[in-house]
Every structure is written in structure tokens, then in C-alpha cells.
């Protein structure tokens, strides 16, 4: 009670100036509020924008892979097209290599059975010459013994 004697009531003037310093106070509470709501506002748009960005390179990236996919497996088509087209060329080499040895080697026995077959014929007329050449000795042998019989 006698601390409370003591304390005088603030004039109107003190109030007033109480007042227009919580004003002040609150103001500058308030303009530090909405600064610091300001810059997280600015890093927020910031992420978002480096999200977005971020984002976006991902999608060309992708697009640029399935790209280069889609490229590569044209190329491999045109090759297993190009390797089908040389193997059926190959196939075809092949086959008329093959026909033309076949050929060669018909020709080749067709000879050797015409060479056989002279030498065969030589043979035989060689033996028909001898056997004839052995019968007109032995007839003149033959002769010749009569004759000198007869004699």
C-alpha cells in the first residue's frame, strides 16, 4: 500500500507517448515480420524456380535419351536389314559356287570316263592285234612245218 501511495497515475501526455512507442514497437515488429515473410517468400519462389528448372532438365534429359534410343535402334534395324540382304546374297554366292563345282566335277569323271574308256579301247585293240599277230604266226608256223613235212 505504500509502494502504491507512491506511484502517481501517467498524465495523458505519458500516455500518449506509451502508446505511440508500442505503436512504433509494433510497427517495427511488424516491418521485421513482413521482411522475413519477404525473403522466405523469395527463397520459396527460389526453390520453386530451381525445382521447375531442375524439373525441366530432367524431362530433356529423357527426351534426349529416348531420342538417342529410338536412333539407335533405327540403326540396328537398317543393320540386321543389311546383314539379312548380305546373307541371302551370301546364300545365293553360295549356292551357284556350289553348282559350278558340281559342274566342274561332272565335267572332270565325264573326261576320265572318256580317257578309260580310250585306253580301254586301245587296250582291247592292242590285245585283238596280238592275239591276231600270235594266230597268223602260229598259222605261218604251222605252214611252214607242213612244207617242211612235205618236203
Known amino acids: 500500500p505504500a509502494i502504491a501511495a507512491t ?15 508500442k505503436l512504433k514497437q509494433h510497427a517495427v515488429m511488424l516491418q521485421q515480420q513482413q521482411e522475413i515473410f519477404e525473403k522466405q517468400k523469395e527463397g520459396e519462389e527460389r526453390r520453386q524456380k530451381m525445382e521447375l528448372k531442375r524439373k525441366m532438365e530432367e524431362k ?5 535419351l529416348a531420342r538417342r534410343q529410338a536412333e539407335e535402334e ?9 546383314q539379312m540382304v548380305l546373307d541371302v546374297a551370301r546364300k545365293k554366292a553360295e549356292a551357284i559356287e556350289q553348282r559350278r563345282r558340281e559342274e566342274e ?5 565325264a573326261e576320265e570316263a572318256r580317257r578309260r574308256a580310250e585306253a580301254e579301247a586301245k587296250e582291247k585293240k592292242r590285245l585283238i592285234a596280238e ?4 594266230r597268223k604266226a602260229q598259222e605261218e608256223e604251222a605252214r611252214r612245218k607242213a612244207q617242211e613235212e612235205a618236203l
Do not use: G, N, Y
Not at 9 to 21: F, H
Not at 105 to 109: L, Y
Open 7 to 21: 506511484l502517481v497515475p501517467p498524465s495523458a501526455e505519458q500516455l500518449e507517448i506509451m502508446r505511440t512507442q
Open 60 to 64: 530433356k534429359r529423357r527426351a534426349e
Open 74 to 82: 533405327k540403326v540396328k534395324e537398317v543393320e540386321r536389314k543389311k
Open 105 to 109: 566335277e561332272k565335267k572332270i569323271a
Open 131 to 134: 592275239a591276231a599277230a600270235k
